[in-house]
T-cell receptor, first 110, second 113 residues
Framework: DAKTTQPNSMESNEEEPVHLPCNHSTISGTDYIHWYRQLPSQGPEYVIHGLTSNVNNRMASLAIAEDRKSSTLILHRATLRDAAVYYCILRQYYGQNFVFGPGTRLSVLP | NAGVTQTPKFQVLKTGQSMTLQCAQDMNHEYMSWYRQDPGMGLRLIHYSVGAGITDQGEVPNGYNVSRSTTEDFPLRLLSAAPSQTSVYFC????????????FGQGTRLTVV
């Protein structure tokens, strides 16, 4: 399984944008980049995923480097409810398990 | 649409007891999996299934059994509970392709004393 590297923790002020980085230098051409987050005492929830092009949804944006060796999850306006552990995961087109690293713990300051 | 339902939410077992954690999904997903999460850690894969009748081991399978007789259900059995199995257990389901998102249950918090 290709691995990802994320900072252990980050802080943000409420209502400011947050950029969460992820390095995946060994990514293969068939790996999709997934982001999940885990709120306290809850199961992980899907945030966004992409292959090559930048992606936007109602929760966040995903910016993927041209060489695909890194990506950035962008929360446009952080709220207190966005405080969570964010996981960057690679998953191949067909099957393969979600392999969770330690993720980035995001703290949002009021 | 209930998504992924796990039962029970909490359980206390004595060492040596056996029990089954239930997981059900109503999205017709082929892929289901079980993870455990220890305090302050990420999720580790226990067992997974790519369809009814097909299961395989993940990273930490020892002490656990699974079966997949239907698409909807994927129970996890603890054969003889040990304190080292104290953890929070999450079940997940998705379509097989990596292009789709996975859905996770709310977890079962298990304490073995």
């Amino acid at each position: 399984d290709a691995k990802t590297t994320q900072p252990n923790s980050m802080e943000s002020n409420e209502e400011e944008p947050v950029h969460l980085p992820c390095n995946h230098s060994t990514i293969s051409g068939t790996d999709y980049i997934h982001w999940y987050r885990q709120l306290p005492s809850q199961g992980p929830e899907y945030v966004i995923h992409g292959l090559t092009s930048n992606v936007n949804n109602r929760m966040a944006s995903l910016a993927i480097a041209e060489d695909r060796k890194s990506s950035t999850l962008i929360l446009h306006r952080a709220t207190l409810r966005d405080a969570a552990v964010y996981y960057c995961i690679l998953r191949q087109y067909y099957g393969q398990n979600f392999v969770f690293g330690p993720g980035t713990r995001l703290s949002v300051l009021p | 649409n209930a998504g992924v339902t796990q039962t029970p939410k909490f359980q206390v077992l004595k060492t040596g007891q056996s029990m089954t954690l239930q997981c059900a999904q109503d999205m017709n997903h082929e892929y289901m999996s079980w993870y455990r999460q220890d305090p302050g850690m990420g999720l580790r894969l226990i067992h997974y299934s790519v369809g009814a009748g097909i299961t395989d081991q993940g990273e930490v399978p020892n002490g656990y059994n699974v079966s997949r007789s239907t698409t909807e259900d994927f129970p996890l059995r603890l054969l003889s509970a040990a304190p080292s199995q104290t953890s929070v257990y999450f079940c997940a389901s998705s379509y097989y392709e990596g292009t789709t998102e996975a859905f996770f249950g709310q977890g079962t918090r298990l304490t073995v004393v």
